[in-house]
């Protein structure tokens, strides 16, 4: 069974990946709280920063656009890319494998809550050569 204090958990609350470009905070995932078939969390975009073209074998993504505006690639069933500006309230849906990108083109930060299923893609951005973990206590 689920711990009740990780059923509600706040980005400020999680461990956050961070990024030359900036951050994410994983909220829901196994090692957070048990989530068995997804997991997710809040991403933060520096102004003109964002994730270069990625994909992720064998999971989908969703992408919601909780602030700021920016321009969201995902290629189409043919591999050829689809751009479109995107900004609060858009959820951009990425089938599986298909490569991605996303780049803050706002005045400000940009926030995305990511959802990727099944889980575990996110544990392969540990491998990039700007990853650092900020535990959450060290934000306290």
């Not at 069933?77 to 494998?97: A, H, L, R």
């Not at 491998?127 to 650092?132: I, K, Q, V």
Request: hydrophobic share 35%.
């Amino acid at each position: 069974m689920t711990d009740r204090s990780r059923m509600f958990v706040y980005p400020k609350q999680a461990d956050s990946f961070v990024f030359d470009w900036g951050r994410l905070a994983l909220t829901v995932a196994p090692e957070v709280n048990g989530a068995e078939r997804f997991s997710g969390g809040v991403v933060d975009l520096q102004k003109g920063q964002g994730h270069t073209r990625h994909n992720h074998p064998g999971a989908e993504e969703i992408i919601f656009v909780i602030s700021g505006t920016g321009e969201q690639m995902v290629e189409d069933e043919n591999g050829n890319p689809v751009v479109q500006q995107v900004g609060p309230g858009c959820t951009v849906y990425v089938p599986e494998s298909r490569f991605h990108s996303t780049t803050n083109t706002g005045d400000g930060p940009m926030r995305l809550f990511v959802v990727y299923s099944p889980a575990g893609p996110e544990l392969a951005l540990r491998e990039l050569p700007d990853f650092r973990l900020e535990p959450a206590a060290s934000r306290n």
